[in-house]
Each structure stands twice: as structure tokens, then as C-alpha cells.
């Protein structure tokens, strides 16, 4: 069974970029036809999907955040890592990382995550 760890900073000033990595464990980001999100959900909002790098290395991005975000990936670590540049305090949430369920919704419908982290946006 695939396990997804996130870890990174929990507090980024304003103007600065946030990164942070998801482990996974239990299974390959590199085989099978899936996709490895980023999704997030601010404090008393609903979930917000961010991106995805497929196991081909693509990546898709929310039209929303694309000119803000990059996903990444090491495959010698079984590795993915979010940067989200410039941030402000509306980018205060728990993020999570996860895995497409294999559905014709790969970025909606996800059947292994992170626990999640929270990251604060303040100085």
C-alpha cells in the first residue's frame, strides 16, 4: 500500500516561496499510469487542488496558481516537491500531497494521501 509523507517549513514570510517535499513510500512515482497531487485547503475552505506531476514526469497546474507553482520530482529519493513562489497570507493552509484512485478524475478523485502539513504565511 503506497504511504505519502509531506514535510517542509510551517511558517514562510510574505513575498518568499514555499517548498515542500511529499515522500512515498510503498510504491514507484515513476510506474503505473498515475498522477501525484498537490492539493491544499485553507482554513475554513474546502480542498483546493494545486497540481500534479504525472509518473512521465508532465506536470498539469490549476489555472489559478500556474503562474505561481512548479512540481518537481527526484527519482533516485521517490520524491516530489511543490514550490509556490510569491506567497501571501491567503496562501495559509494544510497541504497535502496524494494519488490519483486510477478514475477518469485523476485530479479529483484521490485514493492515497498525506496526512498534511500546515504551513503559515505571516512575518
Known amino acids: 500500500q503506497v504511504q505519502l509523507q509531506e514535510s517542509g517549513p510551517g511558517l514562510v514570510k510574505p513575498s518568499q516561496t514555499l517548498s515542500l517535499t511529499c515522500t512515498v513510500s510503498?510504491?514507484?512515482?515513476?510506474?503505473?499510469?498515475?498522477?501525484w497531487s498537490w492539493i491544499r485547503q485553507p482554513p475554513g475552505k474546502g480542498l483546493e487542488w494545486i497540481g500534479a506531476?504525472?509518473?512521465?514526469?508532465?506536470?498539469v497546474y490549476s489555472p489559478s496558481l500556474k503562474s505561481r507553482t512548479s512540481i518537481s520530482r527526484d527519482t533516485s529519493k521517490n520524491q516530489f516537491t511543490l514550490q509556490l513562489s510569491s506567497v501571501t497570507p491567503e496562501d495559509t493552509a494544510v497541504y497535502h500531497c496524494?494519488?490519483?484512485?486510477?478514475?477518469?478524475?485523476?485530479?479529483?478523485?484521490?485514493?492515497?494521501w498525506g496526512q498534511g502539513t500546515q504551513v503559515l504565511v505571516s512575518s
Open positions: 506531476i504525472h509518473y512521465s514526469g508532465s506536470t
Open positions: 510503498g510504491g514507484s512515482i515513476t510506474s503505473s499510469n498515475h498522477y
Open positions: 496524494a494519488r490519483d484512485s486510477g478514475s477518469d478524475f485523476p485530479f479529483a478523485d484521490f485514493g492515497s
